[in-house]
């Protein structure tokens, strides 16, 4: 086998949480080799860049195949033309029964990088663990490769992980109770486990973090299936209220078209939730005074970020 150049001092920051990560979830590795697959170019480019930045391997170093369900030779051309056009390095192609797409796997053939990969797998996620920036860009990297969204009705009902490893799924568990304050659902299907999230709460704080921001055709069905909730489309009535100027409740039922009770129950999950901040001011010289609502900053980014996929 060929001895591949890669670093043997490494740098944990996100970019090799990330990379651990989308590998736990893409990567394929025996004593021999080690290998990467997928169906998006750019999450197979940006792991690529990764192993390139965190381990010093030429990108170069690995061999790129186009795995297809064509068999004959006119097909197989007709892929080769398709992907000469989007990939520059030399690739190759093969044949993949149950493929209902193409899909890149990239592959090195190296029992030193094997092994040190493997150590760094036994070694770094509990490392990860302990920060909870590493842990968010750990969980990007896992959930583009074996995350789900489930949508009913074009609404969002849930979004899941999956995975298959025991000892993975402990990992996954830590991190997501560390950074949303509760174990997700667990479910065993299908050979393997399924964690998941239905509560509209933690699923606008995963649209916060960002987890599907690195694929957008996901990304766009998170934000349509959650904005065409009922319970979000009654909110961003009142946020587009608030988003500027604070009101009282009032005030935003009456601007809003919603309920007083309804818009109080919001406010108080919302400003449970972090979005809107609250505050007492004098209306005049006498009475009492009144609570004022406004979003705050993480409102405005949740705000915009379904602004911007209208």
């Not at 080690?34 to 381990?55: H, P, Q, R, Y």
């Not at 583009?144 to 799924?169: A, C, F, M, P, W």
């Not at 830590?174 to 509209?200: Q, S």
């Not at 009032?250 to 979005?275: H, P, R, T, Y």
Request: net charge positive; aromatic share 12%.
């Amino acid at each position: 086998m060929n001895q591949i150049e890669f670093k043997k001092n490494i740098k944990l920051d996100n970019d090799l949480a990330w990379l651990i990560g989308f590998y736990l979830a893409e990567g394929t590795k025996t004593k021999g080799y080690i290998g990467v697959a997928n169906n998006e170019l750019n999450l197979i480019t940006k792991s690529l860049d990764l192993f390139e930045k965190s381990f010093g391997i030429n990108k170069n170093s690995w061999t790129i195949w186009i795995k297809t369900n064509r068999r004959d030779d006119k097909g197989k051309e007709f892929v080769r033309q398709k992907w000469s056009k989007k990939i520059r390095q030399n690739f190759k192609i093969g044949y993949a029964r149950f493929a209902y797409r193409e899909s890149i796997e990239i592959r090195i053939n190296s029992v030193k990088l094997s092994a040190f990969l493997n150590n760094i797998l036994k070694q770094y996620p509990e490392r990860i663990l302990k920060n909870k920036e590493l842990t968010l860009n750990f969980l990007k990297g896992y959930i583009i490769g074996d995350g789900g969204i489930t949508l009913r009705q074009k609404q969002i009902h849930n979004i899941s992980i999956t995975v298959k490893e025991k000892e993975y799924r402990d990992y996954l568990i830590k991190a997501l109770k560390l950074l949303y304050g509760k174990e997700p659902n667990i479910r065993k299907t299908k050979g393997a486990y399924e964690l998941y999230y239905c509560h509209v709460n933690m699923i606008s704080k995963i649209i916060l973090d960002g987890l599907f921001d690195d694929l957008d055709r996901q990304k766009k069905k998170l934000i349509n299936g959650y904005k065409n909730k009922i319970y979000t489309r009654a909110r961003v009535k009142y946020w587009n209220k608030i988003k500027n100027k604070s009101l009282t409740s009032k005030q935003i039922a009456e601007l809003s078209g919603n309920s007083f009770w309804s818009v109080m129950d919001a406010l108080n999950k919302d400003i449970k939730l972090g979005i809107v901040d609250c505050e007492y001011k004098q209306l005049n010289k006498k009475g009492f005074p009144n609570k004022f609502y406004k979003l705050n900053s993480i409102g405005l980014k949740l705000l915009n970020k379904l602004e911007v996929e209208m």
